[in-house]
């Protein structure tokens, strides 16, 4: 059974304090690694896919990066607007209908 | 591009009516799309798959004659919250893949918050 573990449950950083999310995962065969922002009240924002341990992709301030076992979401000088929790999901290859393993989830807060 | 939308973004009904909540792919067309569920401070759950002319795939645990889906088009998928009671009071979500098997993505529409009295 696929299953994702994210950590911490909750981070407070200052603004401009750096720091890193964690997924772990377990799949038996990986089809995708997805990163997913989602503010209160809404559907989760799409960030980021990686397909394979070693892939790194960035996107303004997020950094998100891929090894066999576990994913990184870099956050680099976080202002107060990247605020929200921050959902990693995997896909594995054993399912035939593309279906998402959702983590608990990170809230990030990032205080002025 | 990949904009999903849902309606309506809230409903309250009564317990024992039923509520329709529709799903579209705005600017892509969607073979296959997802319906969650999501409790307050919890992760998103996937309660079925709704495939464009078939049956939808229920998760287990999902009753298929009280969340019936719809996937009459390429762009349109609804779920049917049939007798509603208290305990469907939840956020409900949907997603979608731009050209499933090629581009794996999921993307997911604002939610339909639903509180049944």
């Known amino acids: 059974e696929d299953q994702v573990t994210q950590s911490p449950e909750a981070l407070r950083l200052q603004e401009g304090e750096s720091s890193s999310l964690n997924c772990s995962y377990t799949?038996?065969?990986?089809?995708?690694l997805f990163w997913y922002r989602q503010d209160p009240g809404k559907g989760p924002e799409f960030l980021f896919t990686?397909?394979?341990a070693g892939e790194e992709k960035e996107k303004e301030r997020l950094k998100a990066t891929l090894t066999k076992k576990e994913s990184f979401l870099h956050i680099t000088a976080p202002k107060p607007e990247d605020s929200a929790t921050y959902l990693c999901?995997?896909?594995?290859?054993?399912?035939?209908?593309?279906?998402?393993?959702f983590g608990k989830g990170t809230l990030l807060t990032v205080n002025p | 591009g990949a904009v999903v939308s849902q309606h309506p973004s809230w409903v309250i009904c009564k317990s024992g009516t039923s509520v329709k909540i529709e799903c579209r792919s705005l600017?892509?067309?969607?073979?296959?799309m997802f319906w969650y569920r999501q409790f307050p401070k919890q992760s998103l759950m996937l309660m079925a798959t709704?495939?464009?002319?078939?049956?939808?795939?229920?998760e287990q645990g999902v009753e298929k004659d009280k969340f019936l889906i719809n996937h009459a088009s390429l762009t349109l998928s609804t779920l049917t919250v049939t007798s509603a009671h208290p305990e469907d009071s939840s956020f409900y979500i949907c997603?979608?893949?731009?050209?499933?098997?090629?581009?794996?993505?999921?993307?997911f529409g604002p939610g339909t918050r639903l509180l049944v009295l």
């Open positions: 999901a995997l896909q594995g290859s054993g399912g035939s209908n593309y279906k998402l393993t």
């Open positions: 997603s979608a893949n731009p050209l499933a098997g090629i581009q794996e993505t999921q993307y």
């Open positions: 600017d892509f067309q969607a073979t296959t």
């Open positions: 799949v038996s065969g990986l089809r995708g």
């Open positions: 709704s495939n464009e002319g078939s049956k939808a795939t229920y």
């Open positions: 990686l397909y394979s």
